[in-house]
């Protein structure tokens, strides 16, 4: 079946760096998204890798490697507000813009 | 722009009955999906409606329904809830197009939390 693997916690301080991996196994793939959710809110989309390579958005980067099917969210300056779960997400093989499959999540927590 | 507002925000039932959920996608939306989130198995798709058709759905129970209408606002409806239907119940929201697109950005609401005791 289709999964995405991810680390269910990470710790890290704040000014840091760190990286959220995410394997995934699917049939035909096409691409993987980053989505970012505060307790008691909304999921919200950081970003998406449609191609191999790294997505640099602000202090926010993402990697895609298909070949590997590995990705990556890296967070740089790392601060408190960050602390967050963040998911990865990739489209189910003949789905559609709405239909994704998620990882389980992984729960960054900063520390000063 | 308004954000995708679903309602309501919390809600308590009992096994058995039934609930309906609301959810308003962003004006121009016309993809609305949704998605049970639990604690032990994370956020899991459950349906997506375009123009007004169910244009997929995830792997649950017929209990589990939904529909959309013109206006692109969409309900989704539970019956004969059981325990295991408590979760936090998202909806989606994007400007969906009349094909298959893959990735790109969604669009969530604030959930609507239900209890089933």
Known sequence: ?112 | KAGVTQTPRYLIKTRGQQVTLSCSPISGHRSVSWYQQTPGQGLQFLFEYFSETQRNKGNFPGRFSGRQFSNSRSEMNVSTLELGDSALYLCASSPGTSGMIRGGELFFGEGSRLTVL
Not at chain 1, 4 to 32: D, K, R, W
Not at chain 1, 39 to 60: C, I, K, M, Q, V
Not at chain 1, 64 to 69: A, E, I, K, V
Not at chain 1, 91 to 97: C, E, L
Request: glycine share 14%.
């Open chain 1, 1 to 112: 079946g289709q999964s995405l693997e991810q680390p269910s916690e990470v710790t890290a301080v704040e000014g840091a760096i760190v990286q959220i991996n995410c394997t995934y196994q699917t049939s035909g793939f096409y691409g993987l998204s980053w989505y970012q959710q505060h307790d008691g809110g909304a999921p919200t989309f950081l970003s998406y890798n449609a191609l191999d390579g790294l997505e640099e958005t602000g202090r926010f980067s993402s990697f895609l490697s298909r070949s590997d099917s590995y990705g990556y969210l890296l967070l740089q300056e790392l601060q408190m507000k960050d602390s967050a779960s963040y998911f990865c997400a990739g489209p189910n093989y003949g789905g559609s813009q709405g239909n994704l499959i998620f990882g389980k999540g992984t729960k960054l927590s900063v520390k000063p």
